[in-house]
């Protein structure tokens, strides 16, 4: 038996709804910011990779079918579409404002076009989706689980739904909203009716996405991100998020191809380059996973699990000292990080001196995550190495593959 090294849940980067108004429009180019679903899905360990070489690879800059593709599309999805011309004007003005974060001048917008048009849906959808920015600052799945004005604001969108059942933005508003609440079955209900009337719209499609994942329908999930990535190619947030469901399917040469993109459209990204260096990890590609990792350290370097991935990636390559030293650089950025803590004690149980740390390493770990079973298949591991007389042996390197982490 091998040590199993420990590997974070994938944090799906999918934005899907209104942007936070902390980033930027360029930081957010698909929606809901952050990640909106977590899953732990089992990644392609690399088999019995050699040691690599200390060759290292230049980071890519962008190629020249890249730099054609077009301009990332806005991300807020135009509730200007109602065929009433004076209407639509001050919703367009609304819109524009929502786009580039001004939620003060967004809300007052809508709110000055539902008092003149108190019957439509539009002016409606606009208000509910500025209360629902300000009320979850924090835009993934579930984060704004029993928020009571995301609440209000989702039966306010519902009843815009019911009021124009074909007015598009209105459902995948309502759709969104119930992802923030964790209901992932209602949204995507409203997420499908969405998205059939406003197909040319990634958002629908990121959003459907999202509720397909957390609903368990992987493969679903991947047609409506491939679509948002097809209506979009120039968004490196939707080159990211298909390539962490291929990964997640086990396509990790098609997950590769899409960070690689990602990675060269935004590249002072530090969570771009630790995608595409995690998954060419996952393809024991040494070479070029170390400096994505390393890119993605100098972009963020209070980040936890970057190191601990590159701890990982140097742990394969036979360097343990280097290995245990982000081990420990991710434990003092992030004591809570029971991936490190494992990370740590399979790299400590190499070596019979530091056994003992190896096992307080597992039992810290244990602590903080008591339902992890990693934790106690690494202590009967521990048992039996130090049961082993006159073993001194290394136990072989890490276990399943880190996979990409935001």
Known sequence: MKLVASSAAVVFALLAGCKSPEEPPAATPATIHPPAQVAETAAPAPSSPPVATTTTVPIATASPAEASLPPPKPTTITLARTNDAQLDAKLAEADKAFEAGDLAAALAGYEAA??????????????????????????????????????????????????????GPAHVEHGRALLLLGDAPQAEVALRKGTKLVPEEPEAHSALGVALLATGKTEEALVE?????????????????????????????????????QARLVPDDARAHSDLGTALLAESDFARAVPELRRAIELDPKRATFHSNLGYALQLQGKVSDAIAEYREAIRLDPKLASAWINLATALSRDPKTRAEARQALKTAGAIDPSDPRVKANLEELDALEKESGATAPPGKPGDAPRPKH
Request: aromatic share 4%.
């Open 225 to 261: 991100l491939t679509k948002a990535k097809d209506l979009d190619p120039g968004s490196a947030a939707r080159r990211g998020n298909l390539g962490t469901v291929l990964f997640m399917r086990g396509r990790v040469k098609d997950a590769i191809k899409e960070y690689e993109v």
């Open 114 to 167: 539902k008092k003149a048009s108190p019957k439509r849906a539009a002016p409606i959808v606009g208000v509910a989706r500025v209360k629902i920015t300000k009320a979850s600052p924090t835009l993934g799945f579930a984060a704004a689980e029993k928020n009571v004005d995301v609440i209000a604001a989702s039966k306010d969108l519902k009843r815009a739904a019911d009021m124009e059942p074909a007015y």
